[in-house]
């Protein structure tokens, strides 16, 4: 049974940092794309980066600057480095992956596994 967990979720005042962890179990995914996406109260689950098997990356517009993302595949694991965090950062943060190897993309749709999410919450 795959499973994606996340992690390294919370409070943090505006101007902070945080670092997300997506650790995978039940398959590897070292030949695979994998994701963060995240929603916010009342708004749909949007792409925040994405990272592939060879350590290509791809970051919505927003977050371009700020964030990192990350992968060890010896860990089967994912990151998401977040700094110069803003109120409008607040969201439920998902991480997830592509089940196809070798295919790179941001949309939701593509992704096959995800994680139960992680809070983080920006204060101003």
């Known amino acids: 049974q795959v499973q994606l967990v996340e992690s390294g979720g919370g409070l943090v005042q505006a101007g902070g940092s945080l670092r997300l962890s997506c650790a995978a179990s039940g398959r590897t995914f070292s030949s695979n794309t994998m994701g963060w996406f995240r929603q916010a109260p009342g708004k749909e689950r949007n792409f925040v980066a994405a990272?592939?098997?060879?350590?290509?990356?791809i970051y919505t517009g927003s977050v371009k600057g700020r964030f990192t993302i990350s992968r060890d595949n010896t860990k089967n694991t994912v990151y998401l480095q977040s700094n110069s965090l803003k109120a409008e950062d607040t969201a439920v943060y998902y991480c997830?992956?592509?089940?196809?190897?070798?295919?790179?993309?941001?949309?939701?749709?593509?992704?096959?596994?995800w994680g139960q999410g992680t809070q983080v919450t920006v204060s101003s």
């Open positions: 990272i592939s098997w060879s350590g290509n990356t």
């Open positions: 997830a992956a592509i089940s196809r190897p070798y295919y790179f993309d941001s949309k939701s749709d593509d992704y096959d596994y």
